[in-house]
Each structure stands twice: as C-alpha cells, then as structure tokens.
DNA sequence: GCTCTGACGATTT
DNA sequence: GAAATCGCCAGAG
C-alpha cells in the first residue's frame, strides 16, 4: 500500500536527473512539506518500487550519505557509478540536484 | 485516540 | 569533531 505522502515522495524522486542527488530537505519541501523530513524519510524507506524510485540518490542534508536498505556501502558505489563523487562522509554540494521551489 | 518509532535536522554540550 | 537533546511530521500498533 502506499499513502499520498509517499507517493509524493516517490514521484519527486524519479524526477531526479542521473548524476544528482537530493537532500531529504529538498525533498521534502519539493512536496510542499519542508518540516516533515522524517515522514519523508520514512517514504522513501519504504519504497516499494525500487526501479522508478532511485533511493540510493538521497542524502542528508549534512551531505553525509545517510542510511541505506542494502548498505551504505553500495549507495556510494551506486553513486560513483552515476559520476558522483561521494564519500561516507560527505557529498560535493555540486552534485547535489534542487527541485524547481515556487 | 494515544504512544512509539523512524533511511532526519538543527542546536548545544 | 562527536555525542546527546529537542523538535518536527507521518505511519503503525
């Protein structure tokens, strides 16, 4: 099942471009909810449709990577395929994609 | 309807 | 710089 929420969220992620990545922040305000980051987190967690649903492309808003159902480890690796230069740590704030803020 | 938990954020210690 | 604390919203029990 899947609630509105999610289906937001899932919908804004697959409007992300190959090579970025966003922030849950910028998720979140792309739903029109800037404050509900945990809920979004949520969603995204629980992502049912991993094909039109790049999860791995979302990170903190601290730049660190965050968490990730097959590990951590294999976002970056995703992440570096796609031309991101990512570390555990930290993520280069150029690669970071922003949704159209009205 | 209440309480707990969560792939979080920002601030403070 | 890392850990702890509070605040936030939504879903699940």
Known sequence: MATKLQHAVWTKLSEIPKGKVVTYVELARAIGKPKAVRAVATAVGK????????????IRSD???????SGVDKKIALLKSEGINIQKRHVPPEDIFVFDKK
């Open 63 to 69: 730049r660190s990577v965050g968490k990730y159902a």
């Open 47 to 58: 992502n049912p449709n991993l094909v039109v649903v790049p999860c791995h492309r979302v």
